[in-house]
């Protein structure tokens, strides 16, 4: 069966970095969407950022937009995304997920990792 396993997360304090990494223990196919999202603590787990596997297409939220970068390595079937300025709010599990639909909704997706802990200290 499909495997992603997300690392990276930790403590960090507000305005520092952190880049979490998404493994696939399979090659990833050109179709494929892989998406980052996270859940705080009390709250319903929400879209971070998405980028294609094939080529440069990448979405994020507004939430993140300028802070985050999601960028991935074919070589290691592997999908970054580089927290920048975290902030508080930026505290929750993040899950990474494949699919195949250039969508936010996480309906979209079908494999699923088991999320890592950021927790951004005020």
């Known amino acids: 069966q499909v495997q992603l396993v997300e690392s990276g997360g930790g403590s960090v304090q507000a305005g520092g970095s952190l880049r979490l990494s998404c493994a696939a223990s399979w090659r990833i196919y050109s179709s494929s969407v892989i998406g980052w999202f996270r859940q705080a603590p009390g709250k319903e787990r929400e879209f971070v950022a998405l980028?294609?596997?094939?080529?440069?297409?990448?979405l994020y939220a507004d939430s993140v937009k300028g802070r985050f970068i999601i960028s991935r390595d074919s070589a290691t079937n592997t999908v970054y995304l580089q927290m920048n300025a975290l902030k508080p709010d930026d505290t929750g599990v993040y899950y990474c997920a494949r699919g195949s639909q250039y969508s936010t909704a996480q309906s979209s997706y079908v494999n699923w990792g088991q999320g890592t802990q950021v927790t951004v200290a005020s």
């Open positions: 980028t294609r596997w094939s080529r440069d297409s990448t």
